[in-house]
């Protein structure tokens, strides 16, 4: 018998519970009607956990993970009753950073003419995929304040580029795109402004484009791209983009997608023992685009979708090809019989919606 693959389940907080209780239930069912070999542990970690005993990512989870999972579906991490970020920062950095999963791949396609929002556009004109740097830039908080609380407070955050942390990333949007027969690929900065750290970034993703001839290679300032993304999307096709940028620019492109409901993403470390010195099972950990949404948590108003998507990109990632083209089609299908959330315009339950794309899948 094939040696099952072990999924940890994170929940986390607000709507995170109800989208990966769809998700769970969807694994489930792909087990037992189409025999795919995957086990499932959840963990129990998040702001309920942090409450109750003051945990927020123990090492001996983290030990779990690493070493014994082969990936993770996250919902999503945030709670109002804790207003210190400092537990949100230690599960998600605990998970991106000490698993050194640099790439944070989310598609921005538009899966419905009904869900594009721009006039005289179709779904068919928004189809990129989004590399965001995921280990550096400005999240590493390095930085500190100076004459804090005083009218002459200095407050600095230091933006944390490194040559290599800039190769690999550019190095696996262009790997993507020649894998999956993409055409061009968009690095996109702000060196006009930034020029030590973007300047690296300019320099390095030169250097990569000449090993790829068969891929445009083209550079695309921030601003102007947000600009174009709303006014001709299919401009694009693969973006890459350090940490700060890649997190602003898709959720603009969440929006032609449909909204936050829609967006999927993956957090992945390619296997290349060139880029990284952490040697761990996990080399993923894949979480819907959208937060924990605390104003209608626990109504069972969320949008699961983003999440079906997800656990499309987590099935590819563990190497069960076809499932993600499977449930990315009955998303769509969903869409189509008007099988949604109030989000969308529907008038569907979260577990609605579930039951409905289970019953399918
Ligand atoms: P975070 O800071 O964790 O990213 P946030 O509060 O900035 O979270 P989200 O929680 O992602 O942002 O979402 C913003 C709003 O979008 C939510 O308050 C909610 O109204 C809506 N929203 C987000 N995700 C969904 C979803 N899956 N279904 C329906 N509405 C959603």
Request: overall charge neutral; aromatic content about 6%.
């Amino acid at each position: 018998m094939t040696n099952p693959l072990r999924i940890a389940l994170l929940p986390g907080d607000g709507i995170g519970k109800e989208v990966v209780a769809v998700g769970k239930a969807l694994l489930e069912t792909l087990r037992s009607r189409r025999g795919l070999p995957l086990e499932l542990t959840t963990l129990d970690l998040g702001a309920d956990r942090f409450l109750r005993d003051g945990a927020t990512f123990p090492e001996a989870d983290q030990r779990f993970v690493r070493d014994e999972c082969d990936a993770v579906l996250l919902g999503a991490i945030g709670d109002p009753r804790v207003p210190s970020l400092d537990y949100a920062r230690d599960i998600l950095f605990g998970l991106r950073f000490g698993l050194d999963l640099y790439c944070n791949v989310r598609p921005v396609v538009c899966l419905a003419d009904s869900l594009m929002p721009l006039a005289g556009k179709r779904a068919e004109h928004c189809n990129m995929v989004v590399f965001r740097e995921n280990t550096e830039g400005i999240y590493v908080n390095v930085g500190g304040n100076f004459k804090k609380g005083t009218p002459d407070e200095v407050a600095i955050n230091e933006d944390v580029n490194t040559r290599k942390g800039v190769e690999r990333v550019i190095r696996a949007a262009f790997g993507f795109a020649k894998q999956h027969g993409r055409k061009r690929v968009h690095m996109s900065d702000k060196s006009n402004a930034m020029s030590y750290a973007h300047g690296l970034w300019q320099r390095t993703f030169k250097e990569i484009a000449v090993e790829f001839p068969e891929i445009e290679a083209k550079h695309v300032y921030v601003d102007a791209l947000c600009l174009q993304m709303v006014r001709a999307p299919e401009s694009y096709d693969v973006i890459v983009t350090n940490n700060l940028f890649g997190d602003i620019v898709t959720d603009l492109g969440a929006a032609l997608q449909g909204g936050l409901g829609m967006a999927s993403s993956a957090n992945v470390r390619p296997d290349d023992a060139r880029w990284t010195n952490v040697r761990s099972r996990c080399r993923g950990m894949f979480e819907p685009v959208h937060g924990s949404a605390p104003d209608i948590a626990g109504k069972d108003l969320a949008n699961p979708l983003a999440t079906v998507l997800t656990v499309g990109m987590m099935l590819t990632h563990l190497g069960f090809e076809g499932e993600e083209a499977k449930l990315t089609q009955l998303v769509k299908d969903a869409v189509a019989a008007g099988m949604t959330t109030r989000d969308l315009g529907g008038d569907k339950k979260t577990s609605e919606v579930g039951r409905w794309i289970i019953e399918r899948a």
